[in-house]
């Protein structure tokens, strides 16, 4: 997504971020897209899974070999007291592919990211039981990003741009099928009842990732204190060559002006917009 027509602005994984900044890649959040980390595992609601330690060989499967899913789901299961051996993972490629390994049984769960599950449950009518790692859940880590110098040089639309994705977020969290119909009459398709529920239903599945619940006071704040938390995490894994400043890679100083505005009034107007 952008900001200005020269693409100064860019949503995009605090993991790249990361590593990106030792390798002279310096960007800056200043609003985070969801509230909670992306990467989970998860299994059928009826899987007799019911606790990682329930993971230890079954085959979780991924998108291909060394996909960016394994590092979250090895540390979350690690944590849970498997070891690296007790861990399996299998490809199974995408989409179709991946939702037929499930499926026929070929694995037992899948390593993916809370939007990715939404589209397969809204696609496949399967329902997932989710496991969130317990210490980075509330590290979010997708979120809009630009260089230090874009930030200061363009601090009033980007004030106003965070404001408008505050807003986006609360109409999507409150009349997700208006934003079902906005989201696919965007991008050119073609949106019949049909296609609208399906939108919707993937939505309705990623509803608690989404900034967009009016109990967070602070849409799209990113907390300097689990960024550093998952600089950490990165180093300790030899994925960086240095710790990366949690405080050089993220700001807030958008963050109380796109909150400031009628909430209330704001959530009455988008429940009543058709």
């Not at 960086?240 to 400031?260: C, E, G, H, K, M």
């Amino acid at each position: 997504m952008v900001a200005s027509g020269k693409g100064d602005v860019c949503g995009m994984s605090i993991e790249s971020i990361i590593l990106g900044y030792p390798k002279g890649l310096h960007l800056q959040t200043f609003l985070t897209r969801n509230r909670r980390y992306g990467f989970v595992l998860a299994v059928p609601d009826d899987s007799p899974i019911r606790t990682l330690a329930d993971f230890k060989g079954q085959p979780i499967g991924e998108p291909g070999l060394a996909s960016p899913v394994e590092v979250p789901a090895i540390d979350m299961l690690m944590g849970a007291g498997l070891k690296r051996s007790d861990i399996v993972f299998t490809p199974v490629g995408v989409e179709a592919q991946a939702l037929a390994a499930l499926t026929s049984h070929k694995i037992a769960a899948l390593a993916d990211t809370t939007a990715a599950l939404a589209t397969k449950s809204a696609v496949s009518g399967i329902k997932f039981r989710i496991f969130r790692d317990p210490i980075l859940d509330s590290v979010p880590n997708n979120a809009f990003a630009a260089r230090p110098d874009v930030i200061v040089a363009k601090a009033d639309i980007l004030r106003r741009y965070t404001r408008a994705i505050v807003k986006s977020a609360i109409l999507i969290y409150e009349n997700p099928a208006l934003a079902a119909r906005y989201a696919l009459e965007n991008v050119g398709g073609s949106a019949t009842p049909e296609a609208i529920r399906k939108e919707e239903a993937q939505l309705a599945t990623f509803r608690d990732d989404i900034i967009g619940d009016p109990s967070i006071a602070r849409m799209g704040y990113t907390p300097i204190a689990g960024i550093a938390l998952y600089c950490k995490f990165f180093n300790d894994l030899g994925l960086t060559s240095s710790l990366v400043p949690a405080r050089d890679i993220v700001t807030n100083q958008f963050v109380a002006y796109a909150n400031d505005f009628d909430k209330k009034a704001w959530i009455t107007e988008v429940k009543r917009m058709r």
